[in-house]
Every structure is written in structure tokens, then in C-alpha cells.
């Protein structure tokens, strides 16, 4: 199975400022498409997880402008340019390179 | 509008055969126009660590997590707009929230989540 690592574990972020989350596998994640087959999902407090980018650097529909994704093979990056309060939540990346699809355990972005 | 809902029993106890069923609507399991349309089932602990389980998709084919493969079974009613999961000898260790999600391979180029129904609380305790 491909391993998922995320980190930091835990982010606290003053609104208005950046915030960051990696996201290492541990094989790579570039499809002989030229794609990388890596997605991120946001679950707010008491949601079910949302799908926010997909192929590593699209954002998915009606996710705001601030998220992007970046990063290729086994090295991918989440960006938020400004943290809003809306934005709390566990953060998860996940490889749909081959199944089993995995996930990282996530990274708790709460706000300071 | 897609929607998608889990439903089944709240608590088991431990050797018993769990059976959730996905009601899903806005959306076809019958046909797909571009890739593929699918429903599959993912889980989260208690300790928020999600796990993928299973698809299904609109031409019947089915994909498990290897780990779990001989204790799954996931099937489809595409008429009734139901997918169900069988899960046998469930154990404490399978206390989680399932969820139901839908993926699209057509505009997504894989298999990605793109709607998720609440999920729904199983508890495995004698």
C-alpha cells in the first residue's frame, strides 16, 4: 500500500495569514497521464469530509480562490493565501494513484 | 442536486455481519457518459484516521481494500438508487462512521470523492 505522511499534525493560524500543509507518499503519485494523482479533502467540524483539490492542483468546484495545491511525485504542498475562520478543520491529502486508496491522518488547522 | 445517505444499524455485536445501505440520488449508477460513475464506501475511526473500503460502479465492477477483501461485499440495485455494503465478522476494532461518496472518474481522471453522504455511526460492542 502507498503511505500517506502529513504535517504538521496540528496548525494554529491567525486569520488573515498563510497556513501550509505537506504531504510526502511513499511512492510516486505521477501518472504516465503527466497527472499527479493526489487529492485533498477538508472535513469541518461535524461534515463529512469535502473534496477540495483534485489531480494535486485543482481545486474542485465552489472552493474559493485561497487553496491551491502544488507538488510532483512524492511531495505535495496545500496552500491557503489567507485563513479564514471557515477554514477549521482536518485537512487530509489522499493518493488515488492504485488501490487501496490511502490517506494521511490529517492535519488540524484551528485558528489562534 | 446529488445526495447520498447511509443507513443501517447503530450498534452489532462482535461476529456479526453488518449491512449498510447507500441511497443515493441526482445522479445515475445505471449508465455513465464519460469514465466512470461509482459508489463506494469509506470509514473513519474514532480517532479521525480515514480508510477507503470499496466501489462499485455503473457497469458492476468492483474494487476492495485488499486488507478487508474476504469480509466485503458491496452490491448494487441501480433501479432502487441503492448500493449496499456487507461486512462479516465485524469486531471492536471496525467501530467507526461509514461514509457513502460517489466518484466520477469522467471530469476528474480517477477515482476522487466528490460527494459524501453524513455517514452513519457503528458501534461493535457485546
Known amino acids: 500500500d502507498i503511505v500517506m505522511t502529513q504535517y504538521p499534525v496540528s496548525l494554529p493560524v491567525t486569520p488573515g495569514e498563510p497556513a501550509s500543509i505537506s504531504c510526502r507518499s511513499s511512492?510516486?503519485?505521477?501518472?504516465?497521464?503527466?497527472?499527479?494523482?493526489v487529492d485533498w479533502y477538508l472535513q469541518k467540524p461535524g461534515q463529512p469530509p469535502q473534496l477540495l483539490i483534485y489531480l494535486g492542483s485543482n481545486r474542485a468546484s465552489g472552493v474559493p480562490d485561497r487553496f491551491s495545491g502544488s507538488g510532483s511525485h512524492t511531495d505535495f504542498t496545500l496552500r491557503i493565501s489567507r485563513v479564514e475562520a471557515e477554514d477549521v478543520g482536518i485537512y487530509y491529502c489522499?493518493?488515488?494513484?492504485?488501490?487501496?486508496?490511502?490517506f494521511g491522518q490529517g492535519t488540524k488547522l484551528e485558528i489562534k | 442536486q446529488i445526495t447520498l445517505r447511509e443507513s443501517g444499524p447503530t450498534l452489532v455485536k462482535p461476529t456479526q455481519t453488518l449491512k449498510l445501505t447507500c441511497s443515493f440520488s441526482?445522479?445515475?449508477?445505471?449508465?455513465?457518459?464519460?469514465?466512470?460513475?461509482?459508489v463506494g464506501w469509506i470509514r473513519q475511526s474514532p480517532r479521525k484516521a480515514l480508510e477507503w473500503l470499496a466501489l462499485i460502479y455503473w457497469d458492476d465492477v468492483k474494487s476492495y481494500n485488499p486488507s478487508l477483501e474476504t469480509r466485503l461485499t458491496v452490491t448494487k440495485d441501480a433501479s432502487k438508487k441503492e448500493v449496499v455494503l456487507t461486512m462479516t465478522d465485524m469486531d471492536p476494532v471496525d467501530t467507526a462512521t461509514y461514509f457513502c461518496?460517489?466518484?466520477?472518474?469522467?471530469?476528474?481522471?480517477?477515482?476522487?470523492?466528490?460527494?459524501w453522504g453524513q455517514g452513519t455511526v457503528v458501534i461493535v460492542s457485546s
Open positions: 511512492q510516486s503519485l505521477l501518472h504516465s497521464n503527466g497527472n499527479m494523482y
Open positions: 461518496v460517489r466518484t466520477d472518474s469522467g471530469p476528474y481522471l480517477h477515482d476522487a470523492f466528490d460527494f
Open positions: 441526482g445522479f445515475s449508477l445505471t449508465s455513465s457518459t464519460v469514465g466512470g460513475v461509482g
Open positions: 489522499m493518493q488515488g494513484q492504485q488501490t487501496p486508496y490511502t
